[in-house]
């Protein structure tokens, strides 16, 4: 599955987009000025994903990929 794949998935199951993830992992103290917290590991950011908006370990690991700055919305 494309990276685009991935996230027009996660829209369509959450209404959700990047940007409403980036401004959730803020408010719940993931990242701070848009950048993911050193000490926040992956683990955390599937285990909330997982349970808060029922996304299962590849989709909670690209929104993951997203808050780390390894992809971005335009990432194939």
Do not use: C
Request: charged fraction near 30%; avoid cysteine; charge should be positive.
């Amino acid at each position: 599955m494309s990276f685009q794949a991935y996230l027009k998935t996660i829209k369509e199951k959450t209404g959700l987009d990047p940007k409403d993830f980036r401004t959730k992992a803020e408010e719940k103290n993931f990242t701070q000025h848009g950048q993911l917290l050193p000490a926040v590991k992956a683990g955390e950011i599937v285990t909330w994903l997982k349970n808060d908006y029922d996304l299962g370990h590849g989709h909670a690991m690209a929104i993951y990929a997203l808050l780390k700055g390894i992809k971005d919305e335009n990432s194939q």
